[in-house]
């Protein structure tokens, strides 16, 4: 009866968001409903991926459609969505999106209380040799709803209320933290809704797998030279790490997330502050990290207390295991001891 009651007690995202929201008597469930419109927008963007592929072979992405319209690239097309969503929502004020250079400031007479810091399609490059791609959210809530500027979306990560991705690949699945732990939830097509599937994920103390852009050793500092070499020599007699590199951010950060381990992307030459953007890739995927047990750190800090101060700034990020990134921060400490 157990395992039939557990089938037949389906614990969606909007049931479990709800029961979360429970413990804030005071609030009349805006979150719940700017949660509900990024769901309907990661499943657009989960179905209009799954059908990329085809899209192609029958010219409708990317092409000209049967109407003869350009069709619209799916970054685009899921970046519109996610807009529309979150602005209808009426509960955002200010949203920042990789797609857009500029902030976007919501209608006044839509305007709700949160700001959504979000990437549509992070890793979209991959979408035609089919590896898994994802969207990466973060919330803030606004200060001042009378003087809304760009210091509501340029907030320290640790102001952050609640953060997630969307990976597209095999399965959909959405791993959402509101800032009591973190849980997956994973999209059952035949139901059209997110189901608990994996809840309260710890990340492993230490893991096995290391994750990082070998092709970028050349430009490596000392720090994160020092680092891989001993996932690959290890000292103390321990065995080597594994390399796994997806190259598309939520994929690679998922499996971190669930094996353990560390994801690197350093800074180096050419990129002094590295290729990933603070406002929705660091934060985000930070904030999930220390929510699951794990740390993130950029080289210097801790990545979530970073102060960003332009929209699409960037920042080197070590993340995962709580152990893995605790050695690679003794690398950076020596360091700078010894300058
Ligand atoms: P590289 C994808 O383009 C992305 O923004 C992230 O999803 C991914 O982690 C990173 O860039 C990969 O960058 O330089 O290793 O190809």
């Not at 990290?289 to 080289?299: D, K, L, W």
Request: hydrophobic letters at 35%; glycine letters at 8%.
């Amino acid at each position: 009866h157990a395992a039939e009651a557990q089938r037949t007690d389906l614990m969606t995202i909007t049931r479990h968001v709800l029961n979360e929201q429970s413990r804030y008597p005071e609030s009349r469930g805006d979150f719940t409903i700017l949660l509900s419109h990024i769901v309907l927008g990661c499943k657009f963007v989960a179905s209009a991926v799954s059908k990329a592929g085809l899209a192609k072979l029958i010219g409708l992405a990317g092409e000209t459609n049967v109407q003869g319209e350009e069709q619209k690239k799916l970054d685009v097309l899921s970046n519109e969505v996610f807009v529309k969503a979150l602005v209808s929502s009426g509960r955002t004020c200010v949203l920042v999106s990789e797609e857009n250079e500029e902030a976007i400031f919501v209608d006044p007479a839509l305007r709700g209380k949160y700001c959504v810091c979000f990437d549509p399609l992070d890793g979209s490059s991959n979408i035609d040799c089919g590896v898994s791609i994802g969207t990466i959210f973060g919330i803030y809530m606004i200060k001042d709803k009378d003087n809304v500027t760009l210091d509501d979306v340029l907030q320290p990560g640790t102001n952050m209320l609640a953060a997630g991705y969307c990976m597209y690949g095999s399965s959909c699945t959405l791993v959402l933290s509101t800032g009591n732990g973190v849980n997956g939830f994973t999209l059952d097509p035949s139901l059209g809704e997110f189901i608990l599937t994996h809840p309260n994920i710890k990340i492993p103390k230490k893991g096995k797998i290391y994750s990082v852009n070998e092709g970028n050793a050349k430009n490596w500092d000392a720090p994160t030279a020092k680092y891989v070499e001993k996932c690959k020599f290890p000292q103390d007699g321990s065995s080597p790490k594994s390399l796994r590199y997806i190259g598309s951010m939520v994929a690679d950060v998922h499996r971190t997330l669930l094996y353990g381990g560390i994801f690197l992307y350093p800074a180096d030459q050419k990129s002094p502050n590295g290729k990933l953007r603070v406002l929705y890739e660091v934060f985000p995927m930070s904030f999930l990290m220390e929510q699951a047990g794990g740390q993130a750190f950029t080289g210097k800090q801790r990545a979530l207390e970073l102060a960003p101060t332009k929209l699409h700034e960037r920042s080197p990020v070590f993340l995962g295991s709580h152990d893995d990134v605790e050695e690679i921060k003794a690398l950076y400490a020596s360091e700078s001891s010894t300058v």
